[in-house]
């Protein structure tokens, strides 16, 4: 059992306020920090949001398409792909509206719910029946973040959503979803702030140690296909890495430094085309 503990971030030492990026530091605003800390600036503390694109979107409904499929096998209960694509796309009108998404066109609607319903029963082709029953499905993770090296406490949580825990013999192995344009297996290096932050979360929570991570990407090919990448369980040297990049985060954030970061992502960035383009130091 997996008890998740709920920490309330309080004015530290150092005067910073809690509230906004001083509630909690996630892998997901660390990573937007890591590859601009202007991009960074704007979504969250300039707090502009864009429209959510269609490829976002396909990934928050598959996530939700096999989120329901390991509630159940939590129970026990192994639902049939069409009861999983049936119950997917049912609730795909409500996740439109809470995204607020806007469709070109009924036929990119259309092509959108085939692709989610191709890509969720491709995993599920893929998926041994005598897979692991899960130890915990999209869970909430938060926990105090203290260098294990030194024992400083930062004075922020860490915050994480986990998106399966499996339960093996000698452990447990830490599992997240991705949606995927291509085929390849991904660089351990790519992932690694993710992957180690969920590891930190885990040892911190459970005080057992996770037997490794996964990353399973459900590919976007002409045939949808998924491809898993296993990783061995963190060391030391994963979270000194860790630590060191948190340590540079909050350095910037006390003292407002956002400089632009250029870079392959600036393609797909949100943001350049009006507020990036505006900017200046």
């Known amino acids: 059992m997996i008890t998740v503990n709920t920490i309330a971030a309080e004015p530290s030492s150092n005067g910073r306020v809690p509230g906004s990026v001083w509630s909690y530091i996630s892998p997901s605003r660390l990573s ?11 979504r969250y503390i300039d707090g502009i949001r864009t429209p959510t694109t269609p490829a976002l979107f396909l990934g928050k409904v598959v996530h939700a398409g096999l989120e329901t499929y390991y509630r159940h096998r939590q129970l026990r209960v192994t639902l049939e792909s069409e009861e999983v694509l049936s119950r997917m796309l049912d609730s795909w009108e409500q996740a439109a509206d809470e995204e607020g998404m806007q469709f ?6 259309a092509k959108l719910k085939e692709q989610a319903s191709q890509l969720v029963a491709a995993y599920l082709r893929h998926i041994s029946e005598d897979e692991a029953r899960p130890k915990a499905v999209e869970i909430t993770m938060e926990t105090p973040l203290i260098d294990p090296a030194t024992g400083e406490d930062l004075g922020i949580p860490l915050l994480g959503v986990v998106d399966l825990i499996a339960g093996e013999e000698g452990g447990a192995t830490i599992i997240d979803f991705k949606t995927s344009s291509r085929s390849g297996p991904p660089f351990e290096v790519t992932h690694e702030i993710q992957l180690s932050s969920y590891a930190y979360l885990y040892r911190q929570l459970t005080g057992g140690k996770e037997a490794g991570l996964e990353i399973r990407s459900l590919v976007k090919t002409k045939t949808p296909k998924t491809e898993r990448q296993h990783y061995p369980a963190r060391g030391e040297h994963h979270f000194r ?11 910037a954030i006390d003292s407002g430094n956002f ?10 960035c949100e943001h350049r ?9």
């Open 259 to 268: 400089n632009y970061r250029p870079g392959w992502g600036c393609a797909m």
């Open 241 to 251: 890495r860790l630590f060191s990049v948190i340590r540079e985060y909050l350095d």
């Open 273 to 281: 085309e009006k507020h990036c383009r505006a900017w200046s130091p």
């Open 104 to 109: 070109d066109s009924v036929e990119q609607e």
């Open 32 to 42: 937007c920090w890591m590859s601009c800390p202007l991009k960074f600036k704007l």
